[in-house]
């Protein structure tokens, strides 16, 4: 009786209890960003401290490869539970199927209207929400102290205006006898954030939009958006205060000291304030015109299609963890990019942050770009770009060639 006692004991001890939970493991996928990762970390580590019987495997991918591999994985029942995507590439996941609605009894679509900033609306499809973001992204001027102050200026007050911007670069900018480039007046970089300032910002301070309202018709392809690229080109081409690609990244020449002005979003700041010996600091946008503007983006945290039962309950409580007031200050402690949720980004202490409250000011006044394919539409810019600064075109002929490329490319997203 005794063995048959300590036999049954023993099973029982090896049995869970009823109502106790049960250890499940997801996966987390985001490209791999330095201070992102960091942040994320942190977070998990916060996560599994209160929730014990989950595990969350972080994984992360170099940025060139990342949404390829989402878009392979998560069909094979292979990816992550739970993914950071772009915004902009939410209509290619959706029509692929990849990602899953959430549930409304979890994540009321009303409350998160109320709650987040109104550009995150644009992750609602037929009145559901399909991810939402921890942290919005918007963009500012960072200038470099020191090469300021050297060629007169008050280095605690930066220009304001396009106009002082262009007159300082002239003065910044720094070649040898043969005409190499030793420090820019501004930065100028294939893949960089010169797109969005040009499409949302410039084209607008100049009178002009980008897109309809519907963002299905290009109408940058006007004298307003010929102004704003000049704009923009001027600075690698009449100016001569750059050479385009100068240190092949933006940041790089900038975060090295060798060039004046960098117009980046939030998600730098980190980045930049990890640089030992390089005196910055961070101002809003130049006006143009007396027009305020900026440019919005943000990563969403989705769910994937592919992930049920324990998995799915775990997802959901992780997805509400790194989304709630907490998680969003740690990561503009980290990453510099803004709360996605007003309450967090406009206290006090935030918005009159000297480096925080210029980006937190854009969200007044910022526009989100709708893209049906925001890799492509990166191209044309590039290619535009490319018009202009190898093949010599003029302003006017490569934004005709652009704008006739782009709206194509949304006609047939379209027509499919």
Known sequence: MKQLSGLLLTTALA??????????????????????VEAMDQLIARFQDENPDITVKHTTFPYAQYQAKVAAAVPAGE???????????????????????LPADEFDPATIDAEFFPIVQSMKVDGAYYGLPTAVRTMAMFYN?????????????????????????????????AGNLLVAGIT???????????????VRQFGGQSYSEDYRTVTYNSPEGAAALQAISQFFTDLDVVDYGFMDEAQASFAAGKAGFLMDGSFRIGAVSRVEGLNWGVAPLPTHNGIEGNYSSYWLNGISSQTTGEELAAAQKFLKFITSPDSMQLWLDVVGELPARPSVAMTDANASHPVYGPFIAGLAHAHATDFVNEAAQRQIWLDMIDMIDVGGMSVEEALAASAEAEQALIDRYYAE
């Open 188 to 202: 100028a970089a294939p893949v960089s954030q010169d797109a969005h300032w040009w499409r949302e910002v410039l």
């Open 15 to 36: 049995l869970p209890l009823a109502g106790t939970a049960q250890a499940v493991e997801i996966e987390y996928w985001q490209y791999h960003f330095a201070e992102r």
């Open 145 to 177: 102290k020191d090469l300021l102050a050297e060629v007169g200026y008050d280095p605690e007050t930066p220009p304001t205006t396009l106009d002082e911007v262009v007159e300082a670069t002239q003065k910044i900018v720094k070649r040898d006898e």
């Open 79 to 101: 990816g992550p539970d739970v993914v950071q995507l772009y915004y902009g590439w939410l209509r290619d996941y959706n029509k692929a199927g990849l990602l899953a609605p």
